[in-house]
């Protein structure tokens, strides 16, 4: 009889492998494990819990394990789980490793082209993931061991990596560093309007093209000066500014020459005897000093530097005499008193008239 139900619980070993992990932790309090085959632990547990209650009655309990009252049954260790459709292999337990191959409990070995992500936080497995030769930066590595790049960037011509994309590409001197995004060498810099590398001249280069790095090229018509290029007028802009090329612009109060090539003062009112030298302002020319009472200059009188006595300046260094007054010598600006010589009234200087007396 106890031989029967030592047979009914062979035949029910299977239930408790399907439920091995329920076993164990409702067994492992009243009985102890035996690791045998990879996977599979021994448990002793009562011989009477392996007996549904009607066998129970009159039965010898005594089981098959050393200790009276207990069995010895087959299970699935901790971390294992019973195969699909055996009841006698149990294989390890892996949370995730879709793409690997679960070799311990917890333990995943990814198939070739995957790598392993764990959870560090729980150290627990997520999956395996596809990997590819330089990890695929800016993109996703497929399946197929190819970059699938995020948006702004393309493929490398063999699929391992994502480059960044600038449509157009950066110009020369320039690279793209980031979707859209180009970054110039030095010497060069980002143009506004094309929005890619070009040639860069400091401060510009006016009238004029940027070569090279700090190098301008003139249009006809303009020269360089410094860095940038400005209009040219060969015959000059004297006292004025070139505007164009061979063009002056004069400021206010000067006025253009016939040639146009020079800005000459202008003075509302005639300088006499003195020249206009800027707006409005007048200089006596040599000779001549300002007439009193003038305050630009504008009329100049001559000047005698020793005076003129009994006479009148008339021209530079020059006097003429008042009437009844002669030079007392030639070329000389003092001027003498005439007096009567003889009955024909005829006037000599006052300086003889004293002698004959």
């Known amino acids: 009889m106890l031989r029967d139900k030592m047979l009914l619980c062979a035949g029910i070993v299977g239930i408790f492998v399907v439920f091995c992990h329920g076993a164990q932790l409702q067994g492992a309090p009243r009985g102890q494990f035996n690791h045998t085959r990879k996977g599979i632990c021994i448990l002793e547990v009562p011989t009477i819990d392996l007996l549904s209650p009607e066998d129970r009655h009159g039965a010898n309990l005594r089981g098959n394990s050393s200790r009276d009252g207990y069995s010895k049954i087959e299970v699935c260790c901790s971390g294992y789980a019973r195969k699909p459709h055996s009841h006698y292999e149990c294989h390890p337990v892996c949370d995730g490793c879709e793409h690997g191959n679960c070799t311990a409990p917890g333990v995943c070995a990814c198939k070739r082209g995957y790598i392993l992500i764990r959870d560090t936080q729980h150290n627990t497995i997520n999956d395996c993931v596809p990997t590819c030769p330089l990890g695929c930066l800016n993109g996703i590595c ?124 202008h003075c509302s009112e005639t300088c006499l005897n003195g020249d206009c030298v800027a707006p409005d302002t007048c200089a006596c020319k040599n000779g001549y000093v300002p007439a009193p009472g003038v305050t630009k200059n504008e009329k100049c009188v001559a000047h005698c530097p020793s005076g003129c006595p009994n006479g009148v300046c008339s021209a530079p260094n020059f006097c003429i005499c008042n009437p009844g007054f002669i030079k007392e010598a030639k070329g000389s600006n003092l001027c003498i008193r005439r007096v009567r010589r003889s009955i024909h009234y005829e006037l000599i200087p006052e300086q003889l008239e004293t002698l004959e007396e």
């Not at 001197?173 to 110039?184: A, L, R, V, Y």
């Not at 001249?201 to 940038?228: A, F, R």
């Open 142 to 265: 497929t399946n197929t061991g190819a970059c699938s790049c995020n948006a702004g960037t393309v493929p490398s011509k063999d699929g391992k990596y994502c480059l960044p994309h600038c449509t157009g590409g950066c110009g020369q001197g320039g690279h793209c560093t980031g979707p859209e995004h180009c970054t110039c060498d030095d010497g060069f810099a980002i143009d506004v309007k094309t929005n890619k590398c070009g040639y860069y001249c400091e401060g510009g280069c006016g009238e004029g093209t940027c070569i090279g790095p700090n190098t301008c090229s003139c249009k006809p018509g303009y020269k360089l000066q410094g860095n940038t290029c400005i209009p040219d007028c060969p015959k000059g802009c004297l006292n004025g500014e070139c505007i164009a090329p061979n063009k002056c612009s004069c400021k206010p109060g000067w006025t253009l020459d016939i040639a146009g090539s020079k800005c000459t003062p």
